[in-house]
């Protein structure tokens, strides 16, 4: 269903610095499933998903949706051809619902913009409503009459009415208090499972994305550093850097937390501008080897459907 | 035995005057704290628990706060409704404080250095050269790399979590016996969070600091604290020691809470529990408990009184403010029973 081969976005950053957001990502997501992208701030993931479906101009490399190429740059008529197809769930429920607009209008503008009358869109609208576990009676409010939460399911039910193949979910819970995600969280396997959907499903919150993902990929600066059925990925994981990050991830078991080993991960993620050659990670991995600052490690496939890139895995 | 305890807040009640209404924000709330303790305060947001530390603090704005009643007690002695000038005695040198966004809570213009001084020049007289030779101290103490070369810097110089470090760094300029973390890891990277906890943690097991640590995430109360309160709609709806809190949960929130989150102890994937609905509303809190809109369990009485804190003599620090824990009350699947003696009700 979507398929990138050696995604890049960067961004000019002053003279003669380039900032590699996101520097090479090739991956590929079937149809009707959930592929959770995880990473941390700074490491690409939301603006993978935003150059994915055209809200940035890729730098360089192929994205496929269908089989079918889609433009280097989205211009405003490629936007609108699109957006039947594939949407967007953001992660701030505050400010990505405009305030002066009524719910109606907010959820119903897909619609609008199709040229369908204002009566069929209310009901549609009200079905959505209810839909996303919210009243019909809700559509003529606005925004801030909501909790965050409630929001969040106005902007699913928006993205969800124009019924969509593809949706990017960027952070979609992360701003929601915990009995609140999962409701959130629950909505979006529903969806998924009676519309057929396929999804992008970008957190931090490794627990979440391996409970709703199929398939999960670790993004470390720009580059992908693993990818793989969830469970495989979280349970066995190859790279280095998702070692570190799986056990950095607490649990809500204090037996378990109290049979850990303290963090090993020292130091921070580093800048993207200008990198060099060799293996982002190399700085702070604990496995480092002479070859890895010199040479970029390439993606390969280790066990079926779950690939690493990272030089601990040549030859064999 | 009959010494204080490092603190003692006793139905402590807060409200904010606003145009809506009055906010009861905070609606009579027990707790204490030993020294050499961590103590997690855990809850969804607006429950009231940052409310709680910061009207300890004397931080609230007053007006449009107001704490209607209760005690802290700091070593034996009063500190709510202190004046300005008593207050800064023991803020920062009794009680240091950290907050969930360090870049919002260091002044921009300041070098770290400077800033760090700052409070050892107020509260322990130091000279200028003292003061930034402990600085530089306390910056390697909370493991900020090249100290020297950090002092000199500002704010925006330093990561997200290097600033946290900063943060605490300058929290322990007076070695406080008492450290209040407010969300600490809250806006930071899980392998960020990591080191900031261990640290944390550090501080308690070799220098004995008791530490408050308010946070919404149940995993990182498992990491790091040794006793817990559960907060919702501005009461503590259950408290006990962190194994009791996790494995023999007694309120059905906290129950809910760990239904609510994915876990990854085994492999199965269970369907998560929302919690239907949203808290209530504190301009007008409802009459019962404060979770009866929500709880599948709820009875009448529920809706119509506010259980009491009920405890367990065996278990004294577990408690839990539920009416299936009443004598009488049907049992319930998942629930942890108490044997029960029922505390001071309100």
Same mark, same amino acid.
């Given at each position: 269903?979507?398929?990138?081969?050696?995604?890049?976005?960067?961004?000019?950053?002053?003279?003669?610095?380039?900032?590699?957001?996101?520097?090479?990502?090739?991956?590929?997501?079937?149809?009707?499933?959930?592929?959770?992208?995880?990473?941390?701030?700074?490491?690409?993931?939301?603006?993978?998903?935003?150059?994915?479906?055209?809200?940035?101009?890729?730098?360089?490399?192929?994205?496929?949706?269908?089989?079918?190429?889609?433009?280097?740059?989205?211009?405003? &008529?490629?936007?609108?051809?699109?957006?039947?197809?594939?949407?967007?769930?953001?992660?701030?429920?505050?400010?990505?619902?405009?305030?002066?607009?009524?719910?109606?209008?907010?959820?119903?503008?897909?619609?609008?913009?199709?040229?369908?009358?204002?009566?069929?869109?209310?009901?549609?609208?009200?079905?959505?409503?209810?839909?996303?576990?919210? @009243?019909?009676? @809700?559509?003529?409010?606005?925004?801030?009459?909501?909790?965050?939460?409630?929001?969040?399911?106005?902007?699913?039910?928006?993205?969800?009415?124009? &019924?969509?193949?593809?949706?990017?979910?960027?952070?979609?819970?992360?701003?929601?208090?915990?009995?609140?995600?999962?409701?959130?969280?629950?909505?979006?396997?529903?969806?998924?499972?009676?519309?057929?959907?396929?999804?992008?499903?970008?957190? @931090?919150?490794?627990?979440?994305?391996?409970?709703?993902?199929?398939?999960?990929?670790?993004?470390?600066?720009?580059?992908?550093?693993?990818?793989?059925?969830?469970?495989?990925?979280?349970?066995?994981?190859?790279?280095?850097?998702?070692?570190?990050?799986?056990?950095?991830?607490?649990?809500?078991?204090?037996?378990?937390?109290?049979?850990?080993?303290?963090?090993?991960?020292?130091?921070?993620?580093?800048?993207?501008?200008?990198?060099?050659?060799?293996?982002?990670?190399?700085?702070?991995?604990?496995?480092?080897?002479?070859?890895? &600052?010199?040479?970029?490690?390439?993606?390969?496939?280790?066990?079926?459907?779950?690939?690493?890139?990272?030089?601990?895995?040549?030859?064999? | 035995?009959?010494?204080?305890?490092?603190?003692?807040?006793? *139905?402590?009640?807060?409200?904010?005057?606003?145009?809506?209404?009055?906010?009861? #924000?905070?609606?009579?709330?027990?707790?204490?704290?030993?020294?050499?303790?961590?103590?997690? +305060?855990?809850?969804?947001?607006?429950?009231?628990?940052?409310?709680?530390?910061?009207?300890?603090?004397? +931080?609230?704005?007053?007006?449009?706060?107001?704490?209607?009643?209760?005690?802290?007690?700091?070593?034996?002695?009063?500190?709510?409704?202190?004046? #300005?000038?008593?207050? *800064?005695?023991?803020?920062?040198?009794? +009680?240091? !404080?950290?907050?969930?966004?360090? !870049?919002?809570?260091?002044?921009?213009?300041?070098?770290?250095?400077?800033?760090?001084?700052?409070?050892?020049?107020? =509260?322990?007289?130091?000279?200028?050269?003292?003061?930034?030779?402990?600085?530089?101290?306390?910056?390697?103490?909370?493991?900020?790399?090249?100290?020297?070369?950090?002092?000199?810097?500002?704010?925006?110089?330093?990561?997200?979590? !290097?600033?946290?470090?900063?943060?605490?760094?300058?929290?322990?300029?007076?070695?406080?016996?008492?450290?209040?973390?407010?969300?600490?890891?809250?806006?930071?990277?899980?392998?960020?969070?990591?080191?900031?906890?261990?640290?944390?943690?550090?501080?308690?097991?070799?220098?004995?600091?008791?530490?408050?640590?308010?946070?919404?995430?149940?995993?990182?109360?498992?990491?790091?604290?040794? *006793?817990?309160?559960?907060?919702?709609?501005?009461?503590?709806?259950?408290?006990?020691?962190?194994?009791?809190?996790?494995?023999?949960?007694?309120?059905?929130?906290?129950?809910?809470?760990?239904?609510?989150?994915?876990?990854?102890?085994?492999?199965? *994937?269970?369907?998560?529990?929302?919690?239907?609905?949203?808290?209530?509303?504190?301009?007008?809190?409802?009459?019962?408990?404060?979770?009866?809109?929500?709880?599948?369990?709820?009875?009448? +009485?529920?809706?119509?009184?506010?259980?009491?804190?009920?405890?367990?003599?065996?278990?004294?620090?577990?408690?839990?403010?539920?009416?299936?824990?009443?004598?009488?009350?049907?049992?319930?699947?998942?629930?942890?029973?108490? =044997?029960?003696?029922?505390?001071?009700?309100?």
């Amino acid at each position: 269903m979507i398929e990138t081969i050696n995604l890049k976005k960067h961004f000019q950053v002053g003279r003669n610095q380039t900032l590699h957001a996101v520097d090479g990502i090739s991956l590929s997501i079937a149809e009707n499933e959930i592929l959770g992208l995880v990473g941390e701030s700074g490491s690409g993931k939301s603006t993978f998903g935003k150059t994915l479906i055209g809200l940035h101009e890729r730098t360089a490399g192929d994205a496929f949706f269908d089989g079918l190429p889609l433009p280097q740059k989205f211009t405003a &008529k490629d936007h609108l051809r699109y957006s039947a197809d594939i949407q967007m769930i953001f992660q701030d429920p505050y400010a990505s619902l405009n305030p002066r607009m009524t719910v109606l209008d907010i959820i119903g503008e897909g619609l609008a913009l199709k040229g369908i009358p204002r009566a069929d869109i209310q009901e549609e609208v009200g079905f959505w409503l209810r839909r996303v576990g919210l @009243h019909p009676d @809700h559509m003529s409010r606005f925004p801030h009459e909501f909790s965050g939460g409630q929001r969040q399911r106005i902007g699913i039910a928006r993205a969800m009415i124009i &019924k969509p193949k593809f949706v990017v979910c960027d952070e979609p819970i992360s701003a929601l208090d915990v009995s609140v995600q999962a409701q959130v969280v629950n909505l979006l396997e529903d969806l998924k499972d009676s519309l057929g959907l396929t999804l992008l499903f970008i957190a @931090h919150d490794l627990s979440m994305v391996r409970y709703i993902s199929d398939r999960m990929a670790v993004m470390y600066l720009g580059t992908l550093v693993e990818s793989g059925p969830s469970d495989a990925v979280f349970f066995e994981p190859k790279h280095p850097y998702t070692r570190l990050l799986i056990q950095s991830n607490p649990e809500a078991d204090p037996i378990l937390e109290r049979s850990r080993p303290s963090a090993e991960l020292t130091g921070e993620i580093t800048s993207p501008i200008n990198v060099g050659p060799g293996c982002r990670f190399a700085d702070r991995c604990p496995e480092v080897m002479p070859q890895c &600052k010199a040479v970029t490690p390439q993606p390969r496939l280790i066990v079926s459907d779950h690939q690493v890139a990272c030089h601990l895995y040549d030859q064999t | 035995m009959g010494m204080h305890k490092l603190l003692e807040v006793s *139905n402590l009640s807060v409200e904010f005057e606003t145009y809506g209404g009055v906010v009861k #924000a905070v609606r009579g709330v027990d707790f204490s704290v030993d020294a050499g303790e961590v103590l997690a +305060i855990v809850g969804e947001s607006g429950c009231g628990k940052s409310v709680t530390v910061q009207s300890i603090m004397g +931080i609230i704005p007053m007006p449009p706060g107001k704490i209607t009643g209760g005690s802290a007690k700091l070593k034996g002695s009063e500190i709510l409704g202190l004046d #300005a000038q008593a207050a *800064n005695q023991f803020r920062g040198k009794e +009680i240091g !404080m950290i907050f969930q966004d360090p !870049m919002t809570s260091l002044n921009p213009t300041m070098t770290i250095g400077a800033q760090i001084a700052e409070t050892l020049k107020v =509260h322990r007289g130091l000279s200028t050269k003292q003061a930034s030779e402990i600085a530089s101290e306390l910056l390697i103490r909370t493991r900020i790399p090249e100290a020297q070369k950090r002092l000199h810097q500002y704010p925006f110089e330093f990561s997200g979590g !290097m600033l946290q470090r900063a943060m605490i760094a300058q929290s322990l300029a007076c070695s406080p016996s008492l450290l209040i973390a407010d969300e600490p890891t809250t806006a930071l990277d899980v392998t960020i969070q990591a080191q900031i906890l261990d640290l944390l943690k550090e501080l308690q097991s070799r220098d004995g600091m008791a530490i408050i640590l308010i946070t919404h995430d149940l995993a990182v109360v498992a990491r790091t604290a040794q *006793n817990v309160c559960v907060m919702y709609a501005g009461q503590i709806v259950e408290q006990g020691s962190v194994d009791e809190i996790f494995y023999k949960s007694a309120h059905p929130y906290t129950l809910g809470l760990k239904l609510a989150m994915p876990s990854n102890v085994s492999q199965q *994937n269970k369907k998560l529990e929302p919690i239907p609905g949203s808290p209530p509303d504190l301009f007008s809190p409802p009459s019962g408990c404060g979770y009866a809109a929500r709880c599948p369990h709820a009875m009448r +009485i529920c809706h119509k009184e506010n259980p009491p804190l009920f405890s367990d003599p065996r278990e004294p620090h577990h408690a839990a403010r539920c009416w299936l824990q009443a004598p009488g009350a049907p049992k319930t699947e998942g629930l942890h029973q108490l =044997h029960l003696i029922a505390s001071h009700g309100e």
